[in-house]
């Protein structure tokens, strides 16, 4: 079974940068489209953005023009670049795959936008 470990979350002020990573321990160069999702406190997870095997994109809205995700199927590893980041951006952020989360929930990864 793949497991998923999210990485490069943090504290960050209004307008910086972050890039997330998702490494899995098994091979995601498959057959799987790959997504992140995040959970603010008393929300539900919600979708952030998907990749294919090809490298074909989708964003939600809240992520248009901000946010780019990519993967790296050679090392296993999904990316997350978030730029001009919003106090509304906090959440804990995850990977799996989309549309259904075939994989086990890794821990996430909490990003924090806050002056």
């Known amino acids: 079974q793949v497991q998923l470990v999210e990485s490069g979350g943090g504290l960050v002020q209004p307008g910086g940068s972050l890039r997330l990573a998702c490494a899995a321990s098994g091979s995601i160069s498959g057959f799987y489209t790959m997504a992140w999702y995040r959970q603010a406190p008393g929300k539900q997870r919600e979708l952030v953005a998907t990749i294919t095997r090809g490298g074909t994109t989708y964003y939600a809205d809240s992520a248009k023009g901000r946010f780019t995700i990519s993967r790296d199927n050679a090392k296993n590893t999904v990316y997350l670049q978030m730029n001009s980041l919003k106090p509304e951006d906090t959440a804990v952020y995850y990977c799996?795959?989309?549309?259904?989360?075939?994989?086990?929930w890794g821990q996430g990864t909490q990003v924090t936008v806050s002056s």
């Open positions: 799996n795959a989309a549309p259904i989360n075939i994989y086990n």
